[in-house]
């Protein structure tokens, strides 16, 4: 695991996931995969973003998970980050690649996983996951059959809350070249803890996972 780095303001947590983001960027070869996740962890980050006119060129942007919605539906992961980051920073549609959770989740699962060997064939850049409360990750849910799936990188999610899902699954996960667990809110506080113990078993808490990730960085503000 990379490292882990507790704030006591938004201000220095989004200065110091900034940086992180940065760094990756510059170990790119200018050709940027990111991985998004939805969730309110990531909100004032991707405002934040969108201020400083990022995503830059080069930036290729990805999905971690998705509900099987529409694009233009509330529940969508897409939709809401499309709102907060892709449309004020004007990214070009040709370098979005958003899993259509709308054919459901067979279809769409099947369809991300071959975009993903064509666009992403040996793995991603950058992933930035949320620390459920329940210990999940991207649509990695607790007692989930995908947790152990190294082969497959994306997988259907046919019981979830509100709706059926699309994931990026552990395969993934584990090529990409850094990953972030953004840590936010005061709701997250018992999760973090169980996170930082390292006492639950995967099928428990699936952000076990990420300890064995070779340049994890946990930013947590609990403000």
């Known amino acids: 695991m990379g490292e882990v780095r507790e704030f006591d303001n938004e201000t220095d947590w989004l200065t110091a996931v900034f940086g992180v983001i940065a760094e990756a960027f510059e170990r790119s070869d200018g050709d940027f995969g990111i991985a998004l996740c939805g969730g309110r962890s990531p909100v004032s980050l991707y405002r934040g973003l969108s201020e400083e006119r990022r995503p830059a060129a080069g930036w290729r942007i990805f999905f971690t998970d998705e509900r099987c919605v529409p694009p233009d539906d509330g529940l969508s992961n897409y939709g809401r980050i499309k709102r907060l980051l892709l449309g004020p920073s004007s990214i070009p549609e040709e370098m979005v690649f958003r899993i259509r959770g709308e054919l459901g989740p067979g279809a769409a699962s099947e369809e991300y996983q071959k975009l993903l060997e064509r666009e992403a064939p040996d793995g991603l850049d950058l992933m930035i996951l949320g620390l459920g409360a329940d210990g999940h990750i991207a649509s990695l849910f607790p007692g989930s059959p995908c947790l ?76």
């Open 148 to 223: 152990t799936e190294k082969i497959r990188w994306v997988a259907p999610v046919y019981e979830a809350p509100y709706a059926a899902r699309v994931t990026l699954t552990p395969g993934m996960i584990f090529r990409t070249e850094t990953v972030i667990l953004l840590v936010r809110g005061d709701e997250k506080r018992e999760a973090c803890r169980e996170f930082l113990k390292r006492r639950r078993s995967l099928s428990e808490f699936p952000s076990m996972l990420l300890h064995e990730h070779r340049n994890l960085h946990v930013m947590i503000y609990l403000g």
